[in-house]
């Protein structure tokens, strides 16, 4: 597709023009994939999270399950779900609309030849730039959603008005609205950029290698298999990679941990920890969350004519 002026533009290089509407459109995408794939893993965020902040207390997913369910009854794995629902489905609306504005100015800022030559470097940046801005959104809700998860039965309202309510009224030992900015920038940039990157990369590398046909030829239900699977081995990739700065997150909501930096938190925990405590339970909660994602997302885009995300 050839823009108004005749000269390449990387808003018109797919199937449909990146407009104001393409942009809208991908941001509601994002609020479909993220929202509803992270409220419905609750309760292994709830395990999670607790096995994090008591390792001693919950030493494993199946176990730590059980525990919560006997210790609070099932509406005890389902804490924070509300939060979880709105911080996610705000955090997807920017990450996925503003990663494909930032993607394409991007690469307009670079030029055609080194557009396609530094494609990698675009996609790190345009998906590191709609993070920052994303996360300013999700951290409020996220906070929440920690607090809600990881007190003590009782010590803490678990009903998404009260809970917000009270983290407002006790900003000065929650540092509520935006105290954990910087670990959630320190969990989230370098996931969204490993799941950004890896997805990209990985469905190019199923385009050339496997599906070796123009993208076009092959039907949706191949595109979205293709889509599932790269957005699920990304998401291996960004649990790793994002797992000890997640384990930050959760201590910070920690009663133990009130008043304390990020570094004597670390300092305490140990790296080792950090690096493993959880990561399991976490690498088949990301993967699937992922994969699910994507598939969600470029489904979304293909019903509205858009086509499915990535290729050669």
């Excluded at 590398?205 to 092959?218: A, E, I, M, Q």
């Amino acid at each position: 597709m050839t823009s108004p002026s005749g000269k390449w533009d990387a808003r018109y290089q797919g199937p449909v023009p990146h407009d104001t509407s393409y942009y809208a459109k991908c941001m509601l995408g994002g609020v479909l994939a993220c929202g509803f794939t992270h409220a419905g893993i609750t309760p292994l965020d709830v395990a999670k999270c607790n096995m994090q902040v008591s390792p001693g207390k919950y030493n494993g997913t199946i176990s730590a399950v059980r525990l919560l369910m006997k210790e609070e009854g099932a509406t005890g794995i389902w804490k924070g779900v509300g939060p979880t629902f709105v911080g996610y489905s705000l955090q997807g609306l920017f990450k996925y609309g503003l990663y494909e504005v930032f993607k394409d100015l991007y690469a307009n800022m670079a030029g055609k030849d080194a557009a396609e030559k530094y494609k990698p470097a675009i996609w790190l940046a345009g998906s590191a730039s709609a993070e920052f801005f994303a996360d300013f959104a999700l951290c409020p809700l996220e906070m929440t959603k920690v607090k809600i998860q990881t007190s003590p039965v009782g010590a803490f309202p678990t009903a998404f008005g009260a809970a917000l309510k009270q983290m407002s009224v006790q900003k000065a030992s929650t540092r509520y609205p935006f105290g954990s900015i910087v670990p959630l920038w320190s969990r989230q940039i370098p996931y969204t950029m490993a799941k950004f990157f890896f997805f990209e990369k990985i469905v190019q590398l199923f385009y050339t290698h496997v599906f070796t046909k123009p993208k076009d030829t092959y039907g949706k239900s191949t595109q979205l298999g293709i889509t599932f699977a790269s957005g699920y081995l990304a998401g291996i990739v960004c649990a790793v990679v994002s797992h000890p700065a997640d384990s930050l997150v959760s201590l910070l909501g920690k009663a133990e941990n009130k008043g304390k930096s990020i570094g004597t938190i670390a300092s305490e925990t140990g790296i080792a920890t950090l690096m493993t405590k959880g990561l399991p339970t976490r690498v088949i909660m990301i993967g699937t969350l992922t994969g699910f994602q994507w598939w969600i997302y470029d489904s979304f885009k293909s019903a509205m004519g858009m086509g499915t995300t990535g290729g050669k």
